[in-house]
């Protein structure tokens, strides 16, 4: 079988869909297209929350995946982070890391059974672009986090304006603070040539 790539994640539509994808990509994902491509949203995703947040936890990756933003995190070994997926299998590969206290396997489309104010900062690399969530999605997102609660999401920047994440972050506002959107190019100069200029907003905000 041949790997799943960038076009066929893009074409996606529904969540059973992501969930079939994912399923086949789970053990290529980060020798394969991660590598091949210099994905730098997870490491910049990284960064900017050491910058941001200091805490010992609990974090919530949102659309984990393979755990690609926890291999980055500085601070990964005293703090705790939850990994939350709609594919198993890709959360059973980011629970094989050892750099999760546990895993969720939900859909970020519908509601959440995580209870109000329970995490200190939110976390997400790849999740809000093509054919994957949507910015309705931003108000669990929110109601998961704790007041004060730090943020560093990614927006596939074609999206933000076309998808209705600019009108969101708008409607949001008496909920959130010190916002700033980062636009920075999700891949490396190893990227293939076609995707090599593709975009990121990366949305850096705290839960008033």
């Known amino acids: 079988m041949t790997d799943p790539d960038l076009e066929k994640a893009y074409a ?3 969540p059973d869909d992501n969930r079939k994808l994912y399923a086949d990509w789970a053990d290529s994902y980060d020798s394969g297209f991660a590598r091949e491509m ?3 949203l997870p490491r910049m995703v990284a960064l900017i929350l050491a910058e941001t947040y200091q805490g010992a936890g609990p974090v919530l990756d949102l659309g984990a995946g393979t755990g690609l933003i926890a291999d980055h995190m500085l601070m990964r070994g ?4 939850d990994a939350l997926d709609i594919s198993p299998q890709m959360l059973a590969t980011a629970a094989s890391k050892g750099h999760y206290r546990r895993t969720i396997e939900a859909d970020l489309t519908g509601p959440l059974d995580i209870p ?3 995490y200190d900062a939110v976390v997400s690399s790849g999740t809000f672009t093509h054919g994957h969530v949507g910015p309705d999605a931003l108000d669990e997102v929110i109601r ?7 943020f560093v999401l990614t927006i596939n920047a074609e999206h933000f304006e076309a998808r209705g994440f600019a009108a969101k972050f708008e409607q949001l506002a008496p909920a959130i603070a010190e916002v700033e959107h980062r636009l920075v190019n999700i891949y490396g100069g190893k990227a ?7 975009q990121a907003s990366i949305a850096i905000f705290r839960k008033r």
């Open 78 to 81: 005293t703090m705790a982070i």
């Open 38 to 40: 210099d994905y730098q």
């Open 12 to 14: 996606l539509q529904t």
């Open 116 to 118: 109000d104010a329970t």
């Open 144 to 150: 998961i986090a704790r007041p004060g609660a730090a």
């Open 192 to 198: 293939a040539k076609e995707h090599r200029d593709d």
